[in-house]
């Protein structure tokens, strides 16, 4: 659906869903009580503090519910780089040892096990983790595992199954974590079961505000809290919590889930649409990876011969909003480290496009990407050989 931006009356082709989903009307509904009227802290006592806490324990089942954990295992937290943050250091400081994840990993996972002296593991040309660089690195030593279930750049979904297997056979003291953030609109994450001890999920993915997401810590898991204080969340995440981006994730997680199978379906197809329309039309493109093995939602291609930057600024100006890689390295001059543990030459990283659709794709929009997209790379591509 072409959308209208706040601060314009022009309708916007957004396909940059993976960095932020617009908020869903329903998620809205449901925060804008506790942003009014419903302003209790929910650690006091009073009629409205117990308004508020209430509020919370709901969604708290909710969110349970839906990533098929317990109640008391969901840890509410200010999104997804604070729950990979915690996964992460808060294991390794309740139980020292060894971290290991793979080079693929959000830079919310990379940095802390990096920080933490911890193992990368590399992966494939398809940005999967290569098995038999993994298992040696197992053993009593490692205290957690990080592998995320789908990458934000190419949607590239890992077999956590196999690694989880892996792990319990050679490292059984670890605790497996898998980042979720991307994975949870187009999987069913409650389907992990008993496979992953933590997971992390952040709502602005999936239509609830930025700034909330969530932990699960399976209940035999040790971890030792980063924010110390006030002792919520069960002493694991001190700080008030942020009732109406609880409220609104509980919300948008719901529709979002009730809609998850007919949605896939129809993103996917829209999503082929695209890709096969491109591939057919733009010579030297090149998509990164087998579709069939990523999330129904992410289009990532790479282009010979242009640099991305130059390319979403002229798809911008045909008010189509997309990005070279993830959003937080966007504009940065090192091509992606996705790309580069996948062996994509500095050349072609440096002409990645991710167009990722979410739950207000149209038809429209892929027809606007399909009627710019073309000629756009051409013109480029153009003027680079008249400047040379
Ligand atoms: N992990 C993945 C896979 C992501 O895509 C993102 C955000 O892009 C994060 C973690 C960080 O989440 P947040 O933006 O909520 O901090």
Same mark, same amino acid.
């Given at each position: 659906?072409? *959308?209208?931006?706040?601060?314009?009356?022009?309708a916007?082709?957004?396909?940059?869903?993976?960095? /932020?989903?617009?908020?869903?009307?329903?998620?809205?509904?449901?925060?804008?009580?506790y942003?009014?009227?419903?302003?209790?802290?929910? #650690?006091?006592?009073?009629?409205l503090?117990?308004?508020?806490?209430?509020?919370?324990?709901? #969604?708290?089942?909710?969110?349970?519910?839906?990533?098929?954990?317990?109640?008391g295992?969901?840890?509410?937290t200010?999104?997804?780089?604070e729950?990979?943050?915690?996964?992460v250091?808060?294991?390794?400081?309740?139980?020292?040892?060894?971290?290991?994840?793979?080079?693929?990993?959000?830079?919310?996972?990379?940095?802390?096990?990096? /920080?933490?002296?911890?193992?990368?593991?590399?992966?494939?040309?398809?940005?999967?983790?290569?098995f038999?660089?993994? @298992?040696?690195?197992?053993?009593?030593?490692?205290?957690?595992?990080?592998i &995320?279930l789908?990458?934000?750049?190419?949607? &590239?979904?890992?077999?956590?199954d196999?690694?989880?297997?892996?792990? *319990?056979?050679?490292?059984?003291?670890?605790?497996?974590?898998?980042?979720?953030?991307?994975?949870? #609109?187009?999987?069913?994450?409650?389907? %992990?079961?008993?496979?992953?001890?933590?997971?992390?999920?952040?709502?602005?993915?999936?239509?609830?505000?930025?700034?909330?997401?969530?932990?699960?810590?399976?209940?035999?898991?040790?971890?030792?809290?980063?924010a110390?204080?006030?002792?919520? @969340?069960?002493?694991?995440? $001190?700080?008030?919590?942020?009732?109406?981006?609880?409220?609104?994730?509980?919300?948008?997680?719901?529709? &979002?889930?009730?809609?998850?199978?007919?949605?896939?379906?129809?993103? *996917?197809?829209?999503?082929?649409?695209?890709?096969?329309?491109?591939?057919? !039309?733009?010579?030297? $493109?090149? +998509?990164?990876?087998?579709?069939?093995?990523?999330?129904?939602?992410?289009?990532?291609?790479?282009? @010979?011969d242009?640099?991305?930057e130059s390319?979403?600024?002229?798809? +911008?100006?045909?008010?189509i909003?997309?990005?070279?890689?993830? $959003?937080? /390295? /966007?504009?940065?001059?090192?091509p992606?480290?996705?790309l580069?543990?996948?062996?994509?030459?500095?050349q072609?990283?440096?002409?990645? %496009?991710?167009?990722?659709?979410?739950? !207000?794709?149209s038809?429209?929009?892929?027809?606007?990407?399909?009627?710019?997209?073309?000629?756009?790379?051409?013109?480029?591509?153009?003027? @680079?050989?008249?400047?040379?």
């Amino acid at each position: 659906m072409s *959308r209208d931006t706040p601060d314009s009356d022009k309708a916007v082709h957004y396909l940059d869903h993976a960095a /932020s989903t617009p908020v869903r009307p329903v998620a809205l509904e449901a925060m804008l009580p506790y942003l009014t009227t419903q302003y209790g802290n929910p #650690s006091g006592a009073h009629r409205l503090a117990r308004t508020a806490n209430k509020a919370i324990d709901e #969604s708290r089942e909710l969110m349970a519910d839906l990533l098929g954990a317990q109640p008391g295992e969901v840890v509410f937290t200010g999104g997804g780089t604070e729950a990979d943050n915690l996964a992460v250091f808060g294991t390794l400081t309740a139980r020292p040892g060894r971290a290991v994840c793979s080079a693929v990993e959000h830079h919310a996972v990379i940095e802390p096990v990096e /920080s933490l002296g911890g193992s990368v593991i590399p992966v494939d040309h398809d940005g999967r983790i290569r098995f038999e660089a993994l @298992e040696p690195l197992l053993d009593d030593d490692v205290s957690l595992v990080s592998i &995320m279930l789908a990458n934000n750049e190419t949607g &590239m979904i890992q077999s956590l199954d196999v690694i989880a297997g892996m792990v *319990r056979e050679h490292a059984p003291q670890a605790l497996l974590h898998t980042d979720a953030v991307q994975a949870f #609109s187009w999987l069913d994450v409650a389907d %992990l079961g008993q496979v992953a001890d933590l997971v992390s999920v952040s709502a602005h993915k999936f239509g609830g505000p930025q700034g909330v997401g969530a932990l699960v810590v399976r209940n035999s898991a040790a971890l030792a809290a980063r924010a110390v204080g006030g002792g919520q @969340e069960r002493g694991r995440r $001190s700080g008030t919590q942020n009732v109406a981006g609880i409220v609104a994730m509980a919300a948008a997680a719901q529709e &979002m889930v009730n809609s998850r199978d007919v949605e896939v379906k129809r993103i *996917r197809a829209l999503r082929d649409r695209l890709l096969d329309g491109i591939l057919c !039309t733009v010579p030297g $493109s090149l +998509e990164t990876g087998p579709r069939d093995l990523k999330t129904a939602n992410i289009a990532h291609l790479c282009f @010979e011969d242009i640099e991305s930057e130059s390319l979403l600024f002229l798809l +911008e100006k045909a008010d189509i909003y997309a990005s070279a890689a993830a $959003s937080c /390295s /966007s504009g940065a001059m090192e091509p992606s480290h996705v790309l580069a543990a996948m062996g994509l030459s500095r050349q072609l990283g440096f002409g990645s %496009l991710r167009l990722s659709l979410g739950y !207000t794709t149209s038809e429209a929009d892929i027809d606007a990407v399909l009627a710019v997209l073309p000629d756009a790379v051409k013109r480029l591509r153009d003027s @680079e050989e008249n400047r040379g």
